[in-house]
């Protein structure tokens, strides 16, 4: 078995061409930490999560645990996840994923077989969602409805829209304007990212169910497991979430609270893909689907291995200076709308360290 030579933990931040607000934040640059593991049979593995600084410092921390260890993903699961020195759930945990994910581009490439197939290969492609539909300054409707009309041109078949930033009323207008640009047939998601108290999640929920939503996502706190629960019980729009949870025992609180009929987990946030697929799992046995929150290049292997995955969520990379140039190939729609991971051996993408040079804030090799 390969023994882990090496770590290179790398933080990028490159700024957006304009601030992105959803329910809560404003976004003005992505930030990303990469983690490169140098295997003793010469195997060079990545994994990455968002975040900045103080990720890039956890990530330094935990991986100087995995010099001179086996390539065994649940034994350095294990050594990794230290509740008392590290913490439980928040942006360490972000760290050990991006680790745990390196562990598994390792083990693909090691095998000679991707991801995918590696935790099962039960779909051959998924379903795939546009992100979009943010909030912008001077945004009009007009210019949303033109924003998701170029995403059904681009081959889109389900897109997604935020909410919770302003006024029931005034997102219900941005929905049905969107709903008039995308026609019938198009899946129309929308995210309030834990905007809403339990009153106004009521009345958004009472108004989309007059309307055919595809899922009302983090309509509540992400600790409001009681009232996600009493929420998803009363509506007919399935409620997601889970990109706020993290670990196993997490996830198993949130299906077990009955607070999702879809679950988020994202395996750069929960504790990467070992924990990850425990997740998707459980979810299986309660017959909840898994559309995992964040990068495709990660979800689609993912999401195909396991029988209820669900859908993919896509972002449009060309517009995000950072990610625009990090990988060596670019996962495209299919005609259908429709994403099919990557048979290279591993993860299928390798991170272009030159063309992201220019954006590395911090670098670090623990040997
Ligand atoms: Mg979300």
Redo the contacts with the bound molecule.
């Keep these: 078995m390969p023994t882990i030579k090496s770590v290179a933990v790398s933080a990028y931040s490159a700024p957006l061409e304009a601030p992105i607000t959803n329910g809560l934040y404003t976004y003005t640059a992505t930030q990303i930490v990469a983690c490169r593991l140098e295997l003793s049979n010469g195997i060079s593995a990545i994994g990455w999560t968002h975040g900045e600084k103080i990720v890039f410092t956890a990530a330094e921390a935990i991986a100087a645990m995995l010099i001179g260890q086996e390539l065994n993903a649940e034994r350095l699961w294990a050594r990794m996840y230290q509740p008392k020195l590290f913490g439980r759930r928040g942006l360490e945990q972000r760290a050990l994923s991006a680790l745990d994910i390196a562990v598994w581009d390792g083990l693909g490439k090691e095998a000679g077989m991707s991801v995918h197939r590696l935790l099962g290969g039960f779909h051959d492609s998924v379903p795939a969602y546009k992100a979009g539909g943010y909030y912008g300054e001077g945004k009009s409707l007009e210019d949303l409805q033109r924003e998701v009309s170029g995403h059904v041109e681009g081959g889109a078949r389900a897109l997604k829209m935020k909410i919770g930033a302003v006024s029931v009323a005034e997102d219900l207008a941005r929905i049905d304007a969107v709903r008039t640009a995308i026609g019938p047939d198009v899946g129309l998601l929308v995210?309030v990212?834990n905007a809403y108290d339990r009153i106004t999640a009521e009345k958004m929920a009472a108004a989309l169910d007059e309307r055919d939503i595809y899922w009302y996502?983090?309509p509540l706190s992400p600790d409001d497991l009681k009232g996600a629960a009493d929420l998803a019980g009363r509506t007919r729009t399935p409620v997601a979430s889970g990109?706020n949870e993290y670990t196993l025992w997490g996830f198993r609180d949130l299906i077990d609270a009955s607070a999702a009929d879809v679950i988020?987990a994202d395996a750069q946030i929960l504790g990467g893909i070992t924990e990850w697929a425990k997740c998707a799992h459980y979810a299986q046995a309660k017959h909840i689907p898994v559309a995992p929150?964040g990068d495709q290049e990660i979800h689609t292997q993912l999401v195909a291995a396991v029988p209820n995955g669900l859908i993919v969520e896509y972002y449009d990379n060309s517009l995000n200076r950072l990610k625009d140039v990090m990988f060596d190939q670019r996962l495209d729609l299919n005609a259908d709308g429709s994403i099919t991971p990557f048979s290279t051996p591993g993860l299928g993408v390798e991170i272009q360290d030159q063309a992201v040079e220019r954006y590395r804030v911090a670098h670090s090799v623990v040997c």
Excluded: G, K
């Design positions: 995210d990212n996502e983090e990109e988020n929150h």
